[in-house]
C-alpha cells in the first residue's frame, strides 16, 4: 500500500513496529507491501533536531535564522549548515556561543544520519559591570565597564587624582576599602566618590600695643577654604 503523509521528506526512516525492518519514504510518502490482509503498526523516525542550551535561543540553519528547538525531516545522507548568533541578548545580560554537542565549530557541515540525532548549541551567560567615578576629575576605577562570566568574582579598586581623597563605593559595593570583589551574578553597578582635599592655611603673629609687641603672646589663626 502507498500512505500519504504530508511535509515527509524523501529518505526518512520510517519503522515498522513489532517486524524489525524500516522503509525509506519518498517525498511526502512511503509505501510497503505485504500479501493478503495482515496489521502493520508504522512510526515515524523522528528527524535531526538543532537545539540549544538554554532553550529558546536562535540557530542558524542552511541560512535561516530560526528559534530552537527545531526538528527537520532530512534524508539521510544529505549536508546541511549550522550555525549561531553570538552573542545573544542585552539589558546587561547575555548568552555567548561555548560549544556544539558534535564538538563542530561554531559554522560547520553535518551530515545527517540514518537514525533521530540532536545537535546542541551550548551558551554560557555573561553579565555586565558597570564602573563609574564620581566626579569625573577625582579619581579612576579600576576595572572600566566590561562584560565578565556569570558567578565571575571581580576585583574592584579606586585611586584618588592628585587633591582628592577618595571616599568611597556606592552601588553593589560600599565603604572605603579598596579593592574589593563584586560576584556577577546579575548585572552589576559601582560607583567610586570622590572628594577634594581643601587647602589649609595658618598665620601666626604677635599682639602689640602702641606699636610695642607684648612679650609672650602670640596668636595663630588655622583654617581653610574652597579658593
Not at 520510517?14 to 525492518?21: H, I, M
Not at 563542530?104 to 537514525?115: C, E, K, L, M, R
Amino acid at each position: 500500500g502507498r500512505f500519504t503523509v504530508q511535509g515527509l521528506a524523501a529518505g526518512t526512516q520510517v519503522s515498522v513496529l513489532f517486524e524489525n525492518r524500516t522503509i525509506a519514504a519518498s517525498a511526502g510518502e512511503f509505501s510497503d507491501s505485504f500479501p493478503g490482509v495482515s496489521r502493520h503498526v508504522y512510526a515515524i523516525q523522528s528527524g535531526t533536531t538543532v537545539a540549544t542550551n538554554p532553550a529558546g535561543l536562535q540557530v542558524v540553519v542552511d541560512g535561516n535564522t530560526l528559534t530552537a528547538p527545531q526538528t527537520f525531516q532530512w534524508a539521510p545522507g544529505s549536508s546541511h549548515t549550522l550555525n549561531v548568533v553570538t552573542p545573544q541578548g542585552n539589558r546587561g545580560t547575555r548568552s555567548v556561543f561555548a560549544n556544539w554537542s558534535d564538538a563542530g565549530a561554531q559554522a560547520h557541515t553535518i551530515t545527517t544520519p540514518s537514525s533521530p540525532a540532536t545537535y546542541t548549541a551550548n551558551f554560557t551567560s555573561e553579565h555586565y559591570l558597570t564602573t563609574a567615578a564620581s566626579p569625573a576629575a577625582g579619581g579612576t576605577i579600576s576595572p572600566a565597564s566590561g562584560w565578565y562570566s556569570a558567578g565571575a568574582q571581580v576585583q574592584v579598586s579606586a585611586a584618588p587624582n592628585s587633591g582628592y581623597l577618595f571616599g568611597g563605593f556606592t552601588g553593589d559595593l560600599s565603604g572605603a576599602t579598596t579593592p574589593q570583589s563584586v560576584t556577577m551574578n546579575a548585572p552589576k553597578s559601582v560607583t567610586a566618590n570622590f572628594s577634594i582635599v581643601l587647602p589649609t592655611y595658618s598665620i601666626s603673629g604677635q599682639v602689640t600695643r602702641g606699636g610695642v609687641a607684648l612679650p609672650g603672646v602670640t596668636v595663630t589663626l588655622s583654617g581653610s577654604s574652597p579658593c
